[in-house]
């Protein structure tokens, strides 16, 4: 199973930015699809952004849309996220997530955290306002 290790997050005013990194240990990190979920104090852990193997397709919940960037590199085993624009609402404890391309289901990302093959261990985005 892959091994998923974040970084990056922080506190942060209004308008801000912040860059996540989540790097992967174990083989084949291209065939797996990867994405960003969220969870803020008191809700469900809710699907934020996914990308492709190759990296040439992206999906994103309607409230990051424009303002989120997720990408990828394979060489690195890295997957990143690009968080400009923040806001209050914001707020939450952002996990990488994996799911296994070579298997059925993988696409789109499933928005069912029970339908995730493997977690980061989570960090912590805090926007002031």
């Known amino acids: 199973q892959v091994q998923l290790v974040e970084s990056g997050g922080g506190s942060v005013q209004a308008g801000g930015s912040l860059r996540l990194s989540c790097e992967a240990s174990?083989?084949?990190?291209?065939?797996?699809?990867m994405g960003w979920f969220r969870q803020a104090p008191g809700k469900e852990r809710e699907f934020v952004t996914a990308i492709s193997g190759s990296g040439f397709i992206t999906s994103y919940t309607d409230s990051v849309k424009g303002r989120f960037t997720i990408s990828r590199d394979n060489a690195k085993n890295t997957v990143y996220l690009q968080m400009n624009s923040l806001k209050p609402e914001d707020t939450a404890v952002y996990y990488c997530?994996?799911?296994?391309?070579?298997?059925?289901?993988?696409?789109?990302?499933?928005?069912?955290?029970?339908?995730?093959?493997?977690w980061g261990q989570g960090t912590q985005v805090t926007v002031s306002s």
């Open positions: 997530a994996a799911k296994n391309g070579l298997r059925r289901g993988a696409w789109p990302m499933p928005k069912a955290p029970s339908e995730i093959d493997a």
């Open positions: 174990g083989r084949m990190f291209s065939t797996y699809v």
